[in-house]
C-alpha cells in the first residue's frame, strides 16, 4: 500500500466559486483537450457518436435544480473533480502505489506505468473522481495539470490548470491553501468556502464557494448585472434578439 507524506510543502488545490459558474462546460472541455495530449496516456471515447457515447472526463460540471427556503426555483451548477485530499483514502488503498501524493505540493497523481486498473482507488473515493480508461485499462484522474502549471515554456498566465484559464466567468482559482495569504486562501476567507463532506475525513483542499445572497445588492454576484433580464442587461437584449427571429 502507497503511504500519505507525513506533510507537504505546498497545497495546490482550487477554489470553485458556485456563484459565477453558469454550467457552460468549457472546463470539461479544456480539461479533455490538454490530457488528451500531455500528461499520461490520451482520455479515451466510446462510441462517441453513437447511440450511447462514453468516455474518460477528469473534469464534469453536474447541474441541479434547487429551492430556496423562499421557495424560488434556482439552479445551482456543481463542477466535480479530484479534491487532492490530505488524507487521501485512494492513495492509501492503493495495492502497487501506483496511486501517489506528492510531498512537494500535495498534488494527487497516478503512476500509469504500474496502475493495473483494480478499481479499488474509485472504490475509497467518497467522490467519485476517479474514472477507468476502458482503452488504457488505467484509472485516470485530475493531475491539476501538472505538466502545464511547473512549464516554463509557457507564459507565466498560462501556468495554471486548463479549466482555470478557460472559465469564462472566472468561477475556478488556482492556488497554494498552505500559504494564509495566497489569493484561493484569502477568497476562501471572505467567502466562507468549505470543503466538501469534511465528515468523511478526508480533509481535501478544494474549496468550494457558496452563492451570495441575492437580496444583498451589495453581495451580489459580479455578473447579476449581465444577467439582468431588464432592458439594461445582456439577458435582455438577447431575449429581445430571440423575439426577432
Not at 467519485?128 to 485516470?140: S, T
Not at 472559465?167 to 466562507?192: E, K, W, Y
Request: aromatic content about 6%; proline content about 9%; hydrophobic content about 35%.
Amino acid at each position: 500500500m502507497t503511504q500519505l507524506p507525513a506533510r507537504t510543502d505546498k497545497k495546490l488545490g482550487l477554489a470553485i466559486d458556485l456563484d459565477t459558474c453558469v454550467g457552460c462546460q468549457a472546463c470539461v472541455t479544456a480539461c479533455k483537450g490538454w490530457n488528451d495530449q500531455g500528461y499520461g496516456v490520451p482520455l479515451s471515447d466510446q462510441d462517441p457518436y453513437g447511440a450511447k457515447p462514453s468516455g474518460t472526463f477528469l473534469n464534469r460540471v453536474h447541474t441541479y435544480q434547487a429551492e430556496t427556503p423562499e421557495g424560488m426555483g434556482v439552479t445551482v451548477n456543481f463542477p466535480r473533480s479530484c479534491l487532492h485530499c490530505e488524507d487521501a483514502p485512494c492513495v492509501t488503498v492503493c495495492p502497487t502505489g501506483a496511486s501517489y501524493k506528492r510531498a512537494e505540493d500535495g498534488i494527487v497523481l497516478v503512476n500509469e506505468d504500474i496502475c493495473i486498473g483494480c478499481g479499488l482507488c474509485a472504490w475509497a473515493c467518497p467522490y467519485g473522481a476517479r474514472e477507468m480508461d476502458q482503452a488504457a485499462g488505467v484509472m485516470k484522474k485530475c493531475t491539476l495539470c501538472v505538466d502545464r502549471i511547473y512549464n516554463e515554456n509557457l507564459p507565466e498566465e498560462d501556468r495554471v490548470p486548463a479549466c482555470v484559464r478557460t472559465c469564462p466567468t472566472g468561477a475556478r482559482h488556482f492556488g497554494d491553501f498552505a500559504d494564509p495569504d495566497s489569493s484561493v486562501s484569502r477568497l476562501t476567507a471572505d467567502r466562507g468556502g468549505y470543503a466538501l463532506m469534511p465528515d468523511m475525513g478526508t480533509r481535501p483542499v478544494n474549496r468550494y464557494l457558496p452563492p451570495r445572497p441575492k437580496d444583498a445588492p451589495d453581495q451580489a454576484s459580479p455578473l447579476a448585472p449581465l444577467l439582468d433580464i431588464k432592458a439594461s442587461g445582456l439577458a435582455g437584449w438577447l431575449d429581445r434578439m430571440l423575439g426577432k427571429i
